[in-house]
């Protein structure tokens, strides 16, 4: 398991990987104007396959070549090069680091992401408040409110720097969770109104909303442990309970398409609800996916705007049921383990992002969520993970360990 320090030729070799990551990802993630003398798109499919196999590299160079190799292949190799679409080297460079996040601690890795999306903002922000790099706006028609100002702030879609503001606050309150003041928690949440009001994302503006809640009355107030049967069976069954809801939803929807209703989900989900009936009956759902033409930006006459946003209903149809039920069944093991665990915090993330994903899609993102890379961890080897008793019953079990070791040795 490699530490923080990361001074190992496996250590360095996640960095780099992760490093070169990062930079695609924000390249990728900047305005389409920006430095229009480089070939950015370009650029940060490269960054990706080099990234890609840096990681891959690192998988082999950990592992024996053995039947046990068969599902994290088909998973992290196999599976992108069926998927025919502009994002493969996205898809190969997602899967393949979460493939090897299994040698590091999951501590390392919310460092690293943590520097990555503080870095991208500030960049991004300078950038585009210097001119350098555009910074668009656009008004959108918010409900009771009227026409809210939405800013860029250098990036390509509006959405992103809310995403970027959302982790960051997440992963803050994670490092924290064990001892976090309230003087503190009002700081993370006036970051999340800033977010807020500069890009007008609100679901990821109650995403972050909701954490803090949780964490005061489940840390400050101890009025939940997780710790009962029930809290376990929500663990391994509420991404797929979410996917039958959100599909039930969408097709219910249909037949209640001139409802009052109607207009009122879909005003207050953005149309999110006519896009994912839409994509039903545009897409089949089948075993190995959709090619799926999305469109959202520069539009020519007669094109209409069209994006997925649920996580649930794009994976279902994009990726197929093959890969569908292997992420689910995954999500299931990494929730199951967080509670095992007793991580209350990361239990209340998956519990929040299980739901927000039904308008969102952001569940095998790297960055923005990035309980993912737990997907193949061994949680033995996790020790932050551990709080309360599972903690003390673990050190019990070290200590008992490594007593007997030494008894054997004397004798």
Known sequence: MLGSKGNSIEGLMFNVAFV???????????????????????????????????????????????????????????????????YTSQIFASLSLILVARYVKFDVIVDRIIKYLSIALIAATVLSVLGIIPNETVYKEVPIVGAWKSYYMGFHYFSTPAYYGMTLVILLLYKKRLNCSYRYLLFLTGLSFLVFVVAFARLQFLINLLTIIAYIVVYKWKLFSFRGKIWKYIAMLAFPVMTLVIVFLSFSLILLRDSSFFEFINEWTSTRMVLNIQAFLTYDINLFGNLIEVKTRDLVP??????????????????????????????????????????????????????????????????????????????????????????????????????????????
């Open 302 to 411: 007669g094109e209409s705007y069209f994006f997925i946003d649920s996580g649930y209903v794009y994976y279902l149809l994009s990726y197929g049921l093959v890969f569908y039920v292997f992420l689910m069944v995954m999500y299931g093991r990494i929730f199951y383990n967080v509670w095992k665990c007793n991580c209350k915090f990361l239990y209340i993330i998956l519990l929040i992002f299980s739901v927000a994903n039904m308008f969102n899609n952001f569940m095998v993102s790297v960055i923005t969520c990035p309980v993912v890379l737990l997907m193949f961890a061994d949680f033995e080897k996790q020790d932050s993970l551990y709080e309360g008793r599972p903690y003390k019953l673990r050190k019990l079990k070290q200590y008992l360990i490594v007593k007997s070791k030494v008894k054997m040795s004397l004798t």
């Open 20 to 86: 070169i990551f990062c930079i695609a990802t924000f390249l990728d993630a900047l305005h389409k104007s920006a430095f229009p003398f480089l070939p950015m798109a370009l650029i940060s499919n490269y960054l990706r396959i080099l990234a890609s196999l840096i990681a891959y590299t690192l998988y082999l160079k950990k592992e024996r070549v053995t039947i046990s190799l068969l599902i994290p292949v088909f998973f992290a190799i196999l599976l992108p090069l069926y998927f025919r679409s502009a």
